[in-house]
């Protein structure tokens, strides 16, 4: 795909293939960095469980560019790269481990609000053009995404209260 945009396809074909990216990075660096650096079990297995549903995102982002007639590519994504960088800087100046994982819980929840916010706006602009099968296909994953938030913010919680 080009970088010039010059109609809504090409709009949509750009999120896709920005959310492509994304889903494919947090699957293959960041979900296994954050998972071995965890200190918590039940940090560990969310992790876990959510990189086997990213796994599927990546899957099912691929489908949604296909049935809007394009080959699935992926575009690197500067806000995620960025987001890794200060959460890898950050988290090093942490040393409490259950602090720590605090902190990793944090980094989920943006990291999940970033991919809502690309989802609803890719998932609106898929609906606008008619593209009912994308649109339903990123809908399952936004929907994964926003209960791994859920998940997070509770973990979070729990964690926050075993802290000294």
């Given at each position: 795909m080009s970088d010039q945009v010059v109609n809504p396809r090409d709009l949509l074909l750009k999120q896709l293939s920005e959310l492509l990216w994304v889903e494919r990075t947090l699957f293959s660096e960041i979900i296994p960095a954050?998972?071995?650096a965890a200190y918590d079990a039940r940090l560990q297995e969310a992790l876990t469980h959510h990189r086997t549903q990213t796994r599927n995102h990546c899957v099912r982002l691929e489908e949604a560019i296909r049935s809007v007639g394009a080959e699935?590519?992926?575009a690197r994504s500067a806000t995620l790269e960025a987001m890794k960088k200060e959460h890898e800087e950050n988290a090093q100046a942490i040393t409490h481990p259950v602090l720590r994982d605090v902190f990793h819980c944090g980094?989920?929840?943006?990291?999940?609000h970033f991919e809502l916010a690309a989802y609803d706006a890719a998932i609106a602009l898929a609906k606008e053009l008619g593209h009912g099968e994308c649109a339903n296909l990123l809908s399952r994953n936004r929907?994964?995404?926003?209960?791994a938030?859920?998940?997070?913010?509770?973990?979070?919680?729990?964690?926050?209260?075993?802290?000294?």
């Open positions: 954050v998972h071995d699935p590519a992926a980094g989920v929840a943006r990291t999940e929907d994964e995404d926003a209960q938030l859920k998940d997070a913010e509770k973990l979070a919680g729990k964690l926050r209260r075993d802290l000294p």
